[in-house]
């Protein structure tokens, strides 16, 4: 319905979307850098007790996004991703996971992102990247006008 | 420290990992398919009220991983995810999302599987693939011996 | 130069491009499938004997391209494509593969393609998707104005 | 025919494979770097007159597999790829591009590289990466034992 659709998206905005359920923190969030940092618990891991490969996708899935928000709304534009791809370079088990985003290219149709996973000793786990196609607001997007977080001065459009 | 490992790792086994945390629900799991259901709530969106990128990819992880889960396991042998690329076909607000995952091949040394993301009205909206590297049990995996889920008869390996 | 620049699309527009150094033939090209079909030759092999890589990689964009192309010509536009992804699946030495493309997504924006290569015996032996943007013509591409083959009846967009 | 195969795998190895077909040369090849050059010409364009992303790919896929048959050798392995993911970034109509591949993760399994092709400028123009999978000699390959390029002190394995 429309009254749960409202209060779902007013959720996300509050935050209480898919970055609260990741237990993910926004640390830098800029048109050229996006740094999260996550700490790794019982509800990130599959059954072998490894973090579950989804994570490190929402992770670079974030921080791409985030990035390309900003740096698209310089442009009076709004971004939504299209294509994720993220390679797992080593198992976790534990500990805090900081992730940094960076652009490859900024287009004026579309952004590409890149990212680095990396545990407590600085090694590399798993890095990414999302191609973000740009919007401009009103554009149709869900059966809705696209639309940003709004008066909420709000970081995080992933 | 490991008590907390063994702790997060028993937490998972017991249906507490991220196949929890998604919210989601194992309807199938064989290897030749596997099917997963979740209903979109206010925890899977972003900023702009449509499900996280983030989250189609932990489905499709979740899928290609329990499918080669359990072909490997009928090897004597176990799987870990190795790179993951999902594509978000169509923005979804709300409803229930039904993933569905197929082998393209299933080697001795990897297995391919692609899975497909759903909307209520069997509308494609998001898509991916996973490559796999099979394992035997006891290879090195982030500095223990890779061991799946054990006694518990547990269907899900991601 | 200009002159060599022009020189090298006419090449290219009168069949000397990639297509023909690939050795492929267009058999179908049409916007919601397109078939190519290649003899394999010494040309397209590593060293170790096997067809290489960047060939698949070839044929599928090639597919997938001008499948888009087709399509995207109907609403008056262009496409260029911005990502390719592809997996070899079984190792080939010889004979004859066939490239089939299908469209996946077909948006005002970008258009997602398929493609699945088969060898001789119709086995599955890569497979890949392309993502494609749309352009209008006239969008600013490589320092001129994007335009099509143009007077030429040219099925291939790739 | 065997006939066929022979002469066909023969003639890659004295430099007739792919890696010619696409006229590129190899600068550098080490099992941490590998660098690739090459002359855009008229075989390379596709009909809008920009060069064909089967090229780009090709090329990604040249310096990883050349990288990583390099690093794997060093343990008394080979290599084989199995998923090339390459974007395109600036379209190119012309001009030397020269394609820098350099590892991103070199394990007992696999091995992943990145890859970066800039135009004579300087300009990153496409990335991608290649995910190969390790193979002990004599392992089932396209029905033979794999092996390199042998007797013939040859750098490129792909």
């Given at each position: 319905s429309d009254t749960t659709r409202e209060a779902a998206a007013e959720e996300a905005e509050v935050g209480q979307g898919w970055l609260h359920a990741m237990g993910a923190r926004i640390l830098e969030a800029g048109p050229s850098q996006v740094v999260v940092e996550m700490s790794v618990d019982g509800?990130?891991?599959?059954p072998m007790g490894i973090v579950h490969g989804g994570v490190y996708c929402g992770l670079v899935e974030t921080v791409c996004s985030v990035g390309a928000y900003q740096s698209a709304s310089l442009k009076g534009m709004l971004v939504v991703g299209v294509d994720n791809s993220t390679s797992f370079l080593k198992a976790v088990r534990e500990g805090v996971l900081t992730t940094t985003g960076t652009p490859i290219t900024q287009g004026r149709k579309t952004e590409l992102w890149r990212a680095e996973v990396r545990n407590a000793a600085g090694r590399l786990v798993a890095s990414g990247q999302v191609r973000l196609l740009c919007l401009n607001p009103g554009d149709p997007l869900a059966g809705k006008g696209a639309s940003g977080p709004g008066h909420k001065d709000h970081p995080d459009a992933s």
């Open positions: 509800r990130h891991l599959q």
